[in-house]
């Protein structure tokens, strides 16, 4: 853009050589600045992140320990090893990894065949429930969710993983709203040639429509499983200790060994695993992600 | 953005028939069907049963002992000085946190679409926060402020010794402020960034060239262009306006195990006891259910008026393009 410019000043006989060395330099100090700042900025988010994982290869008594011990004389590998051993992360994460496939696979099934409809299927009433769907996003989930135990514990299923079958088969709308914007975007000789070749709307959709939307399959399963990993709040109001799962337990206190001490730095090696595969997922697909959580505004 | 343009652009082609025949349109209807009864059952119904609830003395189990009782619970919250308090406290949250939370934001995202070296590497840092769940977020918090082993602390603690804030316990919402920025600086950077980056470039140069300098470059050119994201934030932080309920939970209790423990359970130290706190505190200790929503839709009515006090400054500030038709 600059040098766009410059050229518009050569152009209108306004360039003055001595005018476009301080431009250069007046930049250069600019480009220093932002740098400077933006870096500062970024340590400051960062500090968090890496004081848990420097806190995570502790042992707990370096931890406690004052005047405080800023950096773990052995580096305590075996916080890690502990958090499977001992702090049984496994079958906490294998009961939330559950819950998440259940909820993920019912979920896109559901948002897919909604956002379709939604986008190719002419019929009455369609923009007002489209913007019926819309508007649900915009009441708090505290209000659903009260009734909503209401009706679980009516229907005895508090305690079981049936809460997130059905969450799964209602859909949601930031998912459909994303699957209606791509399915919205294909051409409609598509339709027509399967329309004329006897395909039924179902057809079209599962064999035409279906295999050609992987990327937005793809990152509605992610917000989807990201969900169901992150989210304390319904797992903790509807899951007892025997069911609990990893956000639960890394919601309450530290783990405890067999004899009921705190294991405070292994919890903190669990939260590192934790979060592990959320940071894996971003990067392999950070493009995605963004665009998606553009388009929705939502997380 | 997207949603509400695209809300905007059906209501208003809303009245249009659209005639098709009842085989093509059937499937429509079918394939909604998930989402519909979904959409019945777990929005819809909660929201008008939630309606008829708070006029009921409902306890969550016995449906045999409801009673219909009035504005009974309306007039009681209104006097309930605790709800008062968990008000005050999340107005103080808002009228500290919003800004920031709104201003912040912006200015990073103003940064990361300057053309700069390790402009990637830069995006990727400021979004990794936002990745997190809350119980990481909540423990990495924990870590640094913890009155005994955080690392603020023991920082405070070098530099002159002797020093002990007791961070979460006397400065309880700071915590929580400061950890709601952290956590969501990234995702509101994301659509400012999406947002600066529409701002078509010709538009930016055409002022260039007629003699406006950088500030006024943005003040008059890309600013006005970017307000449809702003209002689309701040209508979305208004209307969740006091829905904070996780966070003061599991941010109460330290690591030493000192007080109560955090979780649903947890009773947050005074100062972070936010009305919803109090909401869910009387619904699921009390099991009143039904007073329980009263609260929640006197909140929710002050959030509503507000939301449309801004939608209605909106045409003094926000820029629309004409739309295409």
Known sequence: MISALNKVRALSGRSRPSRSKNYRLWAGVKQFLLHAVLIAWAI???????????????????????????????????????????????????RTVYLATMFTVTNIASCSLAGYAFARIKAP??????????????????????????????????????????????????????????????????????AVDGCSPFRTFWQIFLPNAKSVLAVTALFAFQWVWGDYFNQALLLTEDRATVAMKLGGSAFTDPHGNRLVTVTLAAVVIYIIPLIIAYFVSQKQIVQGIVTTGMK | MSVIRDMRVALRERGSKERVPWRKAKWFYLFITPWMIGFLVFTLGPVLSGILMSFTNFDGMNFDAMRFVGFHNYVEAVKDEQAWWGFKRVMYVTVVGMPLGMVIPFIAAVLLTRQIRGQGVFRTLFYIPSILPITAVVWVWKLMMDNNYGLVNAALDAIKPGTYVRWLTEYSTLVLIMMGLWGATGQATVYYMAGLQSVPKELEDAALIDGANAWQKFRFVTLPLVTPVIFYQLVMSVLNIGQILVQPLLLAGSIGGAGQGSGLGAIPPRDNYFFMVHVFNRVFTYFRFGYGFALLWLLFAFALILTLIVFGTARYWVFYEVEQE
């Open chain 1, 44 to 94: 400051v988010l960062m500090v968090p992140i890496a004081w848990l994982l420097v806190s995570s290869l502790k042992t707990d008594a370096e931890f406690i320990s004052y005047p405080p011990q800023f950096f773990p004389k052995i580096l305590q590998w075996k916080n890690y090893a502990d958090v499977i051993v001992v702090a049984k992360f496994l079958t906490y994460a294998g």
């Open chain 1, 125 to 194: 009433g369609r923009k007002a429930l489209f913007i019926i769907m819309l508007s649900a996003m915009m009441v708090p989930s505290i209000v659903t969710i009260i009734p909503q135990f209401v009706i679980y514990s009516r229907m005895k299923i508090v305690n079981t993983y049936w809460p997130w079958f059905l969450w799964g088969l209602a859909g949601s709308a930031p998912q459909i709203f994303l699957f209606r914007q791509f399915f919205a975007a294909f051409p409609v000789e598509l339709e027509d040639a399967a």
